[in-house]
Structures are given as C-alpha cells and as structure tokens.
C-alpha cells in the first residue's frame, strides 16, 4: 500500500480538464510544500511535471498546474490532449519521499 | 545536456546481489545528489535513498537498510546501486534520478534497467 493516496484512474474527452488528488497526512503532504508530479507513459521513465507543490519546469505546457489544501494535493490537467494519456504519480519529502499508487489519465 | 545512463538488463537468482550503474554527464557531477528509485511490475514507485556524490554519504530508506549500497566514481561521474540478497518480489525497473537538495524533486530520470530475479 502507497504512502499517499491517488484515484485508480481518471478520464477526460479532449479539451476538457481533470483533476488528479493525492491524499497524504500532516506529516508528508501537509506538512511540506515539496510535493512533485511525473508523468510515465508505458515503457519510459517518468517525467518531472510540477515541482514545490505548483511550479513548472521549463517545457512543461502551462495546461498542467498543481496545488495543495490541507493534507490533499492535487494535479489539473486543462484542454486535455491525446499525448497527456498516462500514468501520474505525486511524491512528497517526508523526511524520506513517498509516492502515490499512480493514477491511469485516459483520453476518451 | 542532462544525461543519466544505466546500465543493462539483469537477470539474477535469489540470494544474489546485483549492481547497477548510472552514469551522468552534462553537468557538474558533485553539486548534485542521486536518488534510486525502483518500479515493480505493473506496481508504483518507491523511493530506495540517496547520494551526495561530493562526499560519498548516503541515506537508504528503512526497508533497504541492510541490503542496499550506493557507490560512486567521480572520476567517471558515475553511481552505483548494489542491491544484495535477492529475491523476486525484487523484480523491478530501477531509476536513478538527479536532484537539486536531497529533499527537492527528480528531474531527470535515467531510462531504466530492469532487475528479474528468478530461479
């Protein structure tokens, strides 16, 4: 079982948006503002999506945005687009890291 | 640019050790820490510990402690992951990933080798 807490799967038709949470405790999530999103798609290493709770690197579209209320953090992907079809993981600094479960993002 | 390169597949038997290798380039090697992260089939993923590859100091996460040995070699700006005692549930992709302070975020990932330990 995963540290924090991440919806199986979620799903969206093109140009919609979704959000993915991922639910920790005061000790990980609430307690840090260095939570991370990555993006994997099958066969390939993840990828650096949104950093310090809501940040974004450079290449990063501005349609990925992140967030953070209480023990919850959460990833919105807006104007939803086929290649955005993959799996999403949060991370948090607890003193250690911990991962979510890994959320599916399917593209109707 | 960045680049972390790992070495190749692995196949092992329970009760060995394997060592898997990352080799970085495109920066300077010292000023960043290493992570290694691992990814069992199908399964999320889990953080293993960390280097600082200026002074060579590590922390392992408790599960690992014991089992887990992270290297490196500044003169090839690689690190090394040892995992010893092998067992299948230890079947995975494991990742190095870079980062900026031990507690910030990985970016970027090595591409992956996978590890299948079986009989």
């Known amino acids: 079982q995963s540290a924090l807490t991440q919806p199986r799967s979620v799903s969206g038709s093109p140009g919609q948006s979704v959000t993915i949470s991922c639910t920790g405790t005061?000790?990980?999530?609430?307690?840090?503002?260095?939570v991370s999103w990555y993006q994997q798609h099958p066969g390939k290493a993840p990828k650096l999506m949104i950093y310090?709770?809501?940040r974004r690197p450079s290449g990063v579209p501005d349609r990925f945005s992140g967030s953070k209320s209480g023990n919850t953090a959460s990833l919105t992907i807006s104007g939803l687009q086929a290649e955005d079809e993959a799996d999403y993981y949060c991370c948090s600094y607890a003193g250690r890291f911990v991962f979510g479960g890994g959320t599916k993002l399917t593209v109707l | 640019q960045v680049q972390l390169v790992q070495s190749g597949a692995e196949v092992k038997k329970p009760g060995a050790s394997v060592k898997v290798s990352c080799k970085t380039s495109?920066?300077?090697?010292?000023?960043?820490?290493l992570h290694w992260v691992r990814q069992a089939p199908g399964q999320g993923l889990e953080w293993m510990g960390i280097m600082n590859p200026s002074g060579g100091d590590t922390n392992y996460a408790q599960k690992f402690q014991g089992r887990v040995t992270m290297t490196r070699d500044t003169s090839t700006s690689t690190v090394y992951m040892d995992l010893s005692s092998l067992r299948s549930e230890d079947t995975a992709v494991y990742y190095c990933a870079r980062s900026q302070l031990p507690y910030k975020w990985f970016d970027p990932w090595g591409q992956g080798t996978l590890v299948t330990v079986s009989s």
């Open positions: 005061s000790s990980d999530v609430g307690g840090y503002n260095y």
């Open positions: 310090d709770v809501n």
């Open positions: 495109g920066y300077t090697f010292t000023t960043y820490y």
